[in-house]
Nanobody
Framework: QVQLVESGGGLVQPGDSLRLSCAVS????????IGWFRQAPGKEREFVAG????????LYADSVKGRFTISRDNAKNTVYLQMRSLKPEDTAVYYC???????????????????WGQGTQVTVSS
């Protein structure tokens, strides 16, 4: 059983930075694709960023491109989402998810992912 635990969320002001972490246990982390999604109240879950098992491929939603950076440390079984220049519209619960399909593609559809964390709240407000 794969377990994912997100951390690092909080309340910040517009323009601030946060780094989210996703710690993964169970299975073979180095073979997983990892995605970050977010869901704001009353909205559908949306893709934010993803990384392949090798880190050769990363993908970002247009809304966060240039501000967010996804990375992974296979030695620590952890994926990070560095968020900069945060905006009020970034407010949401952020989830990480894993997929064991061993390919160099990043899926953006949430239903592709097998396991999910419980989420961490990010609130951007002045």
């Amino acid at each position: 059983q794969v377990q994912l635990v997100e951390s690092g969320g909080g309340l910040v002001q517009p323009g601030d930075s946060l780094r989210l972490s996703c710690a993964v246990s169970g299975g073979t982390f180095s073979r997983y694709r990892i995605g970050w999604f977010r869901q704001a109240p009353g909205k559908e879950r949306e893709f934010v960023a993803g990384v392949t098992f090798s880190s050769r491929i990363t993908l970002y939603a247009d809304s966060v491109k240039g501000r967010f950076t996804i990375s992974r440390d296979n030695a620590k079984n952890t994926v990070y989402l560095q968020m900069r220049s945060l905006k009020p519209e970034d407010t949401a619960v952020y989830y990480c998810a894993s997929d064991s399909t061993f390919t160099e593609m990043v899926p953006t559809t949430w239903s592709v992912y097998d396991y999910w964390g419980q989420g961490t709240q990010v609130t951007v407000s002045s």
